[in-house]
């Protein structure tokens, strides 16, 4: 496929790039050494650092020939809090941390990017790098706007793109609309009474009860939502208890909920509360709900999303760049970005079967230029006068 030139030269150095920042994970609002790394390249190849921006944050700005629009790049930088079981020679070297869903490569093909605009300022306006902390949950794009992101560096337009090891090799996918799901995280507390697991009359056993809560909260989406409502409740933690003859005093369930429409939304949080009132009234306990709305729907630009896969088409070929049928209900930040800039935000399909976020995650390396051709492009194209 056709890559830049002057990309595919330097590319056995972003794969230098990448296996360092695999082998060195970092959690999100924790990216001291990733970023550092960043704004040291970044400085280097003459593009004007910011740092700071959202704790770890970075942000870079490049100016073309003069005048002309302003273009925002991002990837993101952090890591999960997984134990690497890849068996790959540059293997996280951090127990319990893992590029398992390949920011690591996000941020090597942005810094691509970069490097070859740097050199060769062929555009008019002005490209923003955006290299942001925490995007697994934790905030970062908040965290980054909060801090005047765009106040400081207006955009015209921004782009962002993920690795997809489910998808075609090379193709590029690109959802208009609403494209990724808004995410709740919530924690159910459970507040019970313990005593001897001997003497289960003198307890109210939590464990119990939450059995039954989790059951109870299977029946909101088969229940009480429009089948044709695209939805998700998941619970994936309970936690209580410590020893086999001890009935704990305190059951904490844990999980998500995945939507677009915004009432339906409200629709579940409503029916959670009521069904923990419920069988808190009926087992005379105290459950506490605790839920935090972590992401927006992601929305892409109608008019922006064929600007990204035209781009795209010029390096994977104009049959690869295509726009995308369904929605997906897992969750992205970059939507908090797209509701205050316009943009679009793509897939770039590569030669890897295991999924994101498990560990032993593959990315085939092959993707560093595509992906640093496709944000090179876009700013050739974009920033214009
Ligand atoms: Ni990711």
């Known amino acids: 496929m056709p890559i830049i030139d002057r990309i595919a030269d330097f590319a056995g150095e972003l794969t230098s790039i990448r296996r360092d920042f695999h082998e060195h994970p970092e959690l999100g609002m924790e990216e001291v050494r ?76 942005l810094l691509g990017a970069a490097r070859y605009l740097a050199e060769t300022r062929d555009f008019a306006g002005t490209a923003v790098f955006i290299f942001q902390p925490a995007e697994e949950g934790l905030g970062g794009a908040r965290a980054m706007l909060a801090d005047d992101l765009f106040t400081r560096f207006p955009c015209d337009e921004i782009y962002g793109m993920h690795n997809n090891p489910n998808g075609a090799p090379g193709h590029v996918g ?10 709740d995280f919530f924690d159910i507390h459970v507040r019970a009474f313990g005593s001897h697991a001997a003497m289960p009359q003198a307890s109210k056993d939590p464990i119990v009860i939450a059995a039954s809560l989790v059951a109870q909260l299977q029946t909101i989406v088969s229940r009480n939502i429009k089948p044709t409502e ?9 936690h209580a208890g410590s020893a086999y003859n001890v009935i704990p005093s305190v059951c904490t369930i844990s999980g998500t909920m995945r939507y677009f429409d915004p009432e339906t939304a409200d629709l579940v949080r409503q029916r959670i509360r009521e069904l923990c009132a419920g069988i808190a009234s009926a087992y005379n306990v105290e459950i506490e709900f605790d839920n935090r709305e972590i992401f927006d729907v992601l929305v892409n630009d109608a008019a922006l999303s064929d600007v990204m896969l035209e781009a795209a088409g010029e390096i994977v070929g104009s049959e690869n760049a295509t726009v ?3 929605v997906k209900m897992g969750s992205e930040d970059f939507s908090d970005m797209l509701r ?43 920033a214009t006068a």
Request: hydrophobic share 40%; net charge neutral; charged share 20%.
């Open 324 to 326: 995308t049928e369904t």
């Open 340 to 382: 205050a800039v316009p943009g679009a935000y793509c897939t770039v399909g590569h030669e890897g079967t295991i999924p994101l976020h498990n560990d032993a995650f593959y990315l085939d390396e092959s993707i560093l230029p595509v992906g640093a051709s496709i944000y090179a492009k876009l700013i050739e194209r974009r």
């Open 34 to 109: 990733t970023s550092g790394i960043v704004a040291r390249l970044l400085t280097e190849w003459g593009v004007e650092v910011h740092t700071g921006i959202g704790k770890t944050g970075v942000v870079g700005v490049l100016k073309g020939k003069g005048g002309g629009r302003t273009i925002g790049l991002r990837a993101d930088m952090d890591a999960l809090p997984i134990d690497e079981r890849s068996n790959l020679p540059f293997a996280s070297k951090t127990p319990g941390v893992m590029h398992a869903c390949g920011h690591d490569a996000h941020t090597t093909m």
């Open 230 to 238: 695209p939805i998700v409740l998941s619970v994936t933690q309970i």
């Open 174 to 183: 690109v959802k208009p609309g609403q494209a990724m799901a808004g995410a």
